[in-house]
């Protein structure tokens, strides 16, 4: 993923400031203040509210981490790329500790807004010995259509090669990266989110390389404007797919009428 140029120059002109073009990278001071704050605001912007946008739904795998006894029956481990959880399915009550999901609800299910973050593919990966936690939670096998860099394969003691096998290919080191932030994808998201990082990261930058310091109030509360609608609307979202509680009655099968 790479910076928004676009916003990025908007937040930039908010505080009177010259837009970036080609000849400031990658050596320039303002640059690469840029491109610190950049990461830093979007990712901020996707923890703090529920975008109607950039949701994904994904199943949730039990952790096989130890964790202190917490009260609920099931402890899974949080998506890699979640960051902000919404709902499980049924709206099953749910806990957050660190980077767990702590509910009683079996098989779950978490709606879930993406930071778009991607699992690099990795070139070995070693289980240590008995008792050992894994070094690696996740592997990836890179884009559909694309060669695995890794190979599994199950067996005993005795699959393994002969001591006189040819040495296994050492793959070559992965290219350097061209992208500003190489871990992330951007998903789509809904205007509003880009207008509440816009104003964010002006507000920022008011802070650091504006001479009116005092734009950075104004300019905060412009985006807290931006978050509170952004909340209104996540919430009406959310309301709008709840099922409306069924009546006593209806729940015992003895009246199916209107309500009144």
Not at 101 to 107: E, Y
Not at 179 to 193: C, G, I, T
Not at 195 to 224: C, D, G, N, R
């Amino acid at each position: 993923m790479n910076m928004d140029r676009d916003l990025v120059n908007r937040a930039l002109l908010d505080v009177g400031q010259q837009p970036l073009i080609d000849a400031d990278i990658p050596d320039n001071t303002v640059y690469r203040l840029c491109k610190g704050y950049y990461l830093q605001t979007f990712l901020e912007a996707l923890s703090e509210i529920e975008w109607t946008g950039g949701r994904k739904r994904d199943r949730l795998m039990k952790t096989h981490r130890p964790h202190l006894p917490t009260g609920y029956r099931f402890v899974y481990d949080m998506p890699f790329d979640c960051a902000r959880p919404i709902a499980l399915q049924d709206n099953g009550y749910f806990a957050v500790e660190d980077r767990y999901i702590c509910t009683d609800v079996a098989r779950a299910e978490l709606l879930y807004v993406t930071n778009g973050k991607i699992l690099r593919p990795v070139a070995a990966v070693a289980c240590g010995g008995p008792g050992d936690l894994m070094d690696m939670e996740y592997l990836s096998c890179g884009w559909p259509d694309t060669e695995p860099d890794v190979t599994l394969v199950c067996g005993g003691p005795g699959d393994l090669p002969p001591a006189d096998a040819p040495s296994p290919v050492l793959l070559p080191p992965d290219p350097e990266p061209v992208e500003d932030y190489p871990d992330y994808r951007p998903p789509e998201y809904e205007p509003k989110f880009y207008q509440y990082v816009e104003k964010a990261l002006a507000a920022k930058f008011a802070m650091k390389i504006s001479t009116q310091p005092e734009l950075h109030l104004a300019l905060l509360q412009e985006a807290m404007v931006l978050r509170q609608e952004a909340m209104a609307v996540s919430k009406a979202a959310g309301a709008a797919k709840r099922q409306p509680k069924r009546w006593w009655g209806e729940e015992l099968g003895l009246s199916t009428g209107n309500r009144r």
